[in-house]
């Protein structure tokens, strides 16, 4: 049976991902995801950029874009769907995780 991917991209957060890249004054290898212990629901999603990889974490390589997931993260994100979303009152990244059990009321957290 072939493992799940780690995470996956939609053409929206590949768009904005290659055009965050592309404006930025110093190169980068890709976005690094992890997640960190933060807010009502325990854990929270965590963008930078990566000018380096590690050997131990997960490289993902979709629509013409590098994700790097640390390997804290991992456990965390198998099966996510990242997207990027603009309408009227905010834009940004959104994860689609099966595995968040719970979402605080302001969508700045999760648990698992």
């Given at each position: 049976?072939?493992?799940?991917?780690?995470?996956?991209?939609?053409?929206?957060?590949?768009?904005?991902?290659?055009?965050?890249?592309?404006?930025?004054?110093?190169?980068a290898l890709g976005l690094r995801i992890s997640v960190k212990s933060k807010g009502c629901s325990g854990l929270a999603y965590s963008l930078e950029y990566a000018e380096t990889i590690l050997p131990q974490e997960e490289v993902v390589e979709e629509k013409g874009i590098t994700l790097v997931v640390e390997p804290s993260a991992i456990m965390f994100l198998v099966?996510?769907?990242?997207?990027?979303?603009?309408?009227?009152?905010?834009?940004?990244?959104?994860?689609?995780?099966?595995?968040?059990?719970?979402?605080?009321?302001?969508?700045?957290?999760?648990?698992?």
């Open positions: 049976m072939a493992q799940p991917k780690v995470m996956s991209i939609t053409d929206a957060a590949a768009a904005r991902v290659r055009e965050m890249m592309t404006n930025r004054s110093e190169p099966g996510t769907e990242m997207d990027y979303v603009e309408d009227a009152m905010k834009s940004g990244f959104v994860f689609r995780n099966p595995n968040e059990t719970g979402r605080c009321g302001c969508g700045e957290s999760f648990s698992v």
